[in-house]
Nanobody
Framework: QVQLVESGGGSVQAGGSLRLSCEVY??????MGWFRQAPGKEREGVAI???????KYADSVKGRFTISRDNAKTTLYLQMSSLEPEDTAMYYC??????????????????WGRGTQVTVSS
């Protein structure tokens, strides 16, 4: 059984930074990532990483967000900098078994956390 618990969300002004964390309980799959969903919009992939050094980012966050995990692979992080109002959304952590193809499609992921809210004001 896999349980993912996000934390670290909050309200910041544009240009600010936040670091999200995702604690993994149970089996820790190599392929994990962050997704977000704004009101009225479809859930979208933000950043994905595999068990090694492979990462993939949405174009909208490249150069501003960094995904990482601890050595024990029990915590996934998302460092967010230069935040913009367009980054306002509920952010979710997700994982999937099997080969990691660094997919940003939310339908490719099996396990999900409940999310943490990020609000960026202008």
């Amino acid at each position: 059984q896999v349980q993912l618990v996000e934390s670290g969300g909050g309200s910041v002004q544009a240009g600010g930074s936040l670091r999200l964390s995702c604690e993994v309980y149970g089996y820790s799959y190599s392929c994990m990532g962050w997704f977000r969903q704004a009101p009225g919009k479809e859930r979208e992939g933000v950043a994905i990483m595999d068990g090694g050094v492979g990462t993939k980012y949405a174009d909208s966050v490249k150069g501003r967000f960094t995904i990482s995990r601890d050595n024990a692979k029990t915590t996934l992080y998302l460092q967010m900098s230069s935040l913009e109002p367009e980054d306002t959304a509920m952010y979710y952590c997700a994982s999937r078994p099997g080969p990691c193809v660094l997919s940003l499609r939310w339908g490719d992921y099996r396990y999900w956390g409940r999310g943490t809210q990020v609000t960026v004001s202008s």
